[in-house]
């Protein structure tokens, strides 16, 4: 039987593009499951993959946009900001009841605040790193984002998903800290 084979893009920015997609998909995932308890699932990964992807952001791409760039701490102070905005909002959520209604209203609030900070970033930062990094160091900074992925989901693999799952379920912030250990060994 054959597997389907998604490119995994080996460029940093095409590969966090990518990632926002997924991020938006995972949060129509939960928003609209079948019933309220099947948003559980689909909440623990996008966690995850949020976890995965903001941490990533700021240990290797906003760095590297503040060296590269005139405007470049200002632009990354205000996307810090919007990031920790948003880790509030989930630290939050998390608290709630996924059946409650509650849940799913400060669940759309975080997902509108997610994905207009996703568009500054792609509008913003991303143009700028493309413009100012060589093809070179953009793939290794892919690879280094690319290196917290062990806690995040994979897709599509159904086989070792639900292995990851049970590793990675916690709270946001040990998600967080995970991450974290993760790029940090992969940057040295
Ligand atoms: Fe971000
Ligand atoms: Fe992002």
Known sequence: MSEMIVETPDEVVSFLKAQHDLIEDMFDEVLHASD?????????????????????????????????????????EALLHEEHEAKALLSNIENLDVTSQEFITELAKL???????????????FPKLQKEV???????????????????????????????????????????????????????
Request: aromatic letters at 2%; glycine letters at 4%.
């Open 36 to 76: 309220p308890q099947a948003r559980e699932k689909p909440f623990i990964e996008l966690r995850q993959l949020l976890a995965v992807h903001e941490t990533a952001e700021e240990m290797v791409v906003h760095p590297r946009l503040r060296r590269e760039a005139d405007d470049g701490d200002a632009i990354v």
């Open 111 to 125: 997902r509108d605040a997610v994905l207009a900070h996703a568009e500054h970033e792609e509008l913003e930062e």
């Open 134 to 188: 060589n093809t070179d160091d953009l793939k290794r900074m892919a690879a280094a984002v690319k290196a917290a992925e062990a806690i995040a989901p994979t897709r599509p693999h159904p086989g070792v998903e639900s292995a990851k799952l049970n590793l990675a379920v916690g709270p946001f912030a040990s998600m967080l800290d995970r991450a974290r250990d993760l790029i940090k060994q992969a940057i040295g």
